[in-house]
């Protein structure tokens, strides 16, 4: 019995040392910096003097109706700011409106205790830079960076102290609207961008007032929400779950993110805002995050028609309980919690423990030293759209922009070459900076196509103009207006794609078609015989199957925000060379969504040197997508060659290096994203066939050579095991250095030993 029982702990404590859960290395506070024990001098001595009223007002998060963002609840926030009811206010802005509710609060309440004003900033506030996932295909992390600091100056400067950005969540399926807020489809990838998004939001210290709270949403796996409709619900396994959605957001509180909404679906039949798996069990007692929990809009009580809560108050029992610590409009904790406390349903202690990370991030903001500092007009007056933000905004769009497709090299433009200007997007200055725009400017700042062609340009005799069709109607009427244009130029270059409210929140579509008639816009310029660059302004990959084989060259351009149309114009002339690579898969058609590059292999994978018929494919279409994952092209041509690899037979304590060779063999100086992805070709459970590992975005002359080396180690290959351990395990592995997910000309092979 001894023997047995000193065996039994042995084993529990090897596993123990060996494995765990995936668990932040490091925290990075060092935006967090104040005086600790002053903070908390401070707070304690507030606690201690507040009522329970008051605490619960600390939790109570209300819009201004400034603007909309969800549906309007018919409250009277204003009476309940007087009343110090109120810890923060979203949808309010500019230095003059945050004044007077701030004045509200700190003059006219008993404590003085400041609010905290929040905002949807998401890809810029004034001037806008390209919808996230656009940003995410320039795969530059200091350029992704630089635009989560001009969006926080600009904000900050308007008197908004909270963004509800950066957006986590990993998608795989580009029907729901919100891939545009996201980083695409890989883990690895949006790790860095998740980090890099928090840097650049919250800077080195809160206090500074250029710098915003951050806030990771939506906590967890909104990303696999069923068909791709928005606010479904999600079911999956643990091992995928913490293998593939839930690491962005731990990514987000090693870079030290002060805040984190929960999503609006529910998880294995729990609605995350009452998961006290994913709010208490992993983010606090796993990940040590000790920032505070913000629900998305409402979403408390809509844990009634999920059928999860009988009424609102046991809502909001189940949502405090679980480790909510702020209600976003729903109403339910200033409602509900004083009566629940009474009856002993919630405890006094978890209220006052959520209204101290309020009252800490407060404190951390300087509020409680000056709770106007954000809001000063002549910082405002000074800081929006600033001649350098509005630099930053085009390099940040030239470099999100894909090159899609370049047939006899008829990109780049030349200048003395008769151009003809067509389709709905041409002209365009509202839906070219995308949906979630905060406060960009639709119909003056924003630079549309037409007008970049004429800035870098000079004289637009050589270039003629039609509208064709408008985004989403069937009307043709302007068909023959754009046809005869077209016949008079030698290249057409046709700006068409989605409106901007075709994705974004409630936006999720069954057809990513380009919309209405402006694929038939195309066949007809096609009739034309003449050369046909389609540029795409859009927020999900499309299908785009005619227009690849329609078209000559396709440019991706997102929806490129307030420099946009000048981008482009960069882009097509040459003065700049794509570089973007796509972070989602664009499929052949709907039908083979979800569709992504780090899928797992199956028993009868599709090979056509056996028995075709009963393999895992299509009877109608290829497996393949129709623009992988990583893809991209250039004006220039990139040569791989000379692939190394340090030590073919590592050990779980040595790093190892693999190298590439990259020759710039074209016309043009370019930049070229380098890839590395590694397959594990056995394991103790199924493991993707491929995983991105490491990427360098390097810049090479025409003619340069450059050698690329990535270091790799047993931690770069752990993943939940068959005991829900997160360890490396001996075997082969094969490592793909490459231009794209579907690139594997260099292989080597390696096998990692104990």
């Not at 101290?356 to 500092?373: A, S």
């Not at 985004?471 to 794609?497: L, N, Q, Y």
């Amino acid at each position: 019995m001894i023997t047995i029982a000193l065996l039994s702990l042995a084993l529990a404590g090897q596993a123990q040392e060996k494995s765990g859960l995936a668990k932040p290395e490091n925290i990075d506070k060092s935006a967090w910096k104040v005086d600790e024990t002053e903070m908390n001098r401070k707070i304690d001595s507030l606690l201690s003097v507040m009522t329970l009223k008051e605490k619960i007002g600390q939790t109570v998060l209300y819009s201004s109706g400034y603007t909309v963002t969800g549906p309007t609840l018919d409250e009277n926030y204003t009476d309940y700011l007087k009343d110090g009811m109120v810890g923060a206010i979203f949808n309010a802005f500019t230095a003059d409106y945050t004044t007077q509710l701030q004045k509200m609060a700190v003059e006219n309440t008993r404590l003085g205790i400041p609010i905290m004003f929040g905002y949807d900033v998401i890809h810029g506030h004034r001037t806008i830079f390209p919808i996230s996932l656009g940003e995410s295909a320039s795969w530059d992390m200091e350029m992704i960076k630089k635009g989560a600091e001009v969006a926080a100056a600009e904000a900050s400067a308007e008197g908004i102290h909270w963004t509800y950005a950066p957006m986590v969540d990993i998608t795989r399926d580009p029907r729901w609207g919100r891939v545009s807020e996201g980083a695409g489809e890989d883990v690895y990838l949006a790790n860095k961008i998740a980090k890099a998004r928090v840097h650049g939001f919250q800077g080195d210290d809160l206090s500074d007032v250029t710098t915003v709270l951050a806030c990771a949403k939506h906590y967890a796996a909104y990303g696999a929400a069923e068909a791709g409709r928005d606010y479904n619900t999600v079911d999956m396994s643990e091992r995928k779950l913490r293998e593939i959605y839930l690491p962005p957001f731990m990514a987000t509180v090693e870079a030290g993110v002060g805040s984190i909404m929960t999503s609006f679906n529910e998880i294995s039949g729990v609605p995350s805002s009452a998961n006290s798996f994913l709010l208490d069990e992993v983010l606090r007692k796993e990940w040590g995050f000790s920032g505070f929990v913000v629900t998305d809009y409402t979403s408390i009580n809509e844990m009634i028609p999920h059928g999860y809560s009988k009424d609102e108050k046991q809502s909001a029992e189940q949502a405090m309980n679980a480790g909510v610590d702020m209600d976003m409009q729903g109403g339910v904790y200033l409602n509900h919690l004083e009566e629940l406390v009474k009856e002993g349903k919630v405890s006094e202690e978890r209220i006052t423990e959520a209204a101290r990370r309020i009252l800490e991030m407060k404190y951390r903001l300087g509020l409680f030293q000056d709770p106007y500092k954000y809001s000063n007009q002549k910082r405002q007056d000074e800081t929006t759209y600033k001649p350098e933000f509005l630099e930053a905004a085009r390099d940040m769009a030239r470099k999100s922009m894909v090159l899609l497709k370049n047939k006899d090299q008829i990109l780049p433009l030349k200048k003395d070459q008769k151009i003809a200007l067509i389709g709905p997007l041409v002209k365009d200055e509202s839906n070219i900076i995308g949906s979630w725009a905060a406060q960009g400017d639709r119909s003056g700042k924003a630079v549309s196509v037409f007008e970049g062609f004429e800035e870098v340009l000079g004289n637009m005799k050589n270039v003629t103009y039609a509208q064709g069709t408008s985004i989403d109607t069937d009307d043709k009427s302007g068909f023959k207006a754009a046809v005869e244009v077209a016949k008079k130029a030698d290249v057409v270059v046709m700006v068409v794609g989605e409106r901007e409210n075709m994705t974004g929140e409630a936006a999720s579509q069954v057809d990513i078609n380009i919309p209405g008639v402006q694929k038939e816009l195309i066949a007809e310029i096609k009739k034309t015989g003449k050369p046909i660059v389609l540029v795409l302004m859009n927020g999900r990959p499309l299908t785009l199957s005619y227009e690849n084989e329609t078209a000559d060259a396709m440019l991706e351009a997102w929806f490129p925000g307030t420099m946009g149309g000048a981008a482009v114009a960069d882009v097509l002339f040459g003065n700049y060379n794509p570089s973007g690579k796509l972070t989602m898969t664009f499929p052949r058609s709907v039908g083979q969504i979800p569709l992504y590059y780090n899928a797992k292999n199956t028993g009868r994978p599709k090979d056509d040197s056996v028995e075709p018929k009963y393999r895992s494919k299509y009877t109608d279409s290829p497996n393949t997508p129709l623009f992988p994952f990583g893809y991209g092209l250039s004006y220039t041509n990139f040569d791989y060659s000379n692939i190394k690899i340090s030590n073919t037979n590592p050990t779980f304590d040595q790093d190892f290096n693999i190298s590439v060779e990259v020759t710039n063999t074209g016309n043009f100086d370019g930049e070229e994203v380098v890839q590395l992805y590694v397959r594990d070709l056995f394991g103790s459970v199924t493991r993707p066939v491929k995983e991105l590992k490491g990427f360098e975005k390097i810049s090479l002359k025409k003619g340069e050579t450059k050698t690329v080396s990535f270091t790799l180690n047993s931690d770069e290959l752990r993943f939940y095991n068959a005991d829900m351990d997160f360890v490396a395990e001996p075997g082969k592995f094969e490592a793909f250095i490459g231009k794209n997910s579907s690139d594997d000309a260099l292989k080597v092979s390696f096998e990692l030993k104990k």
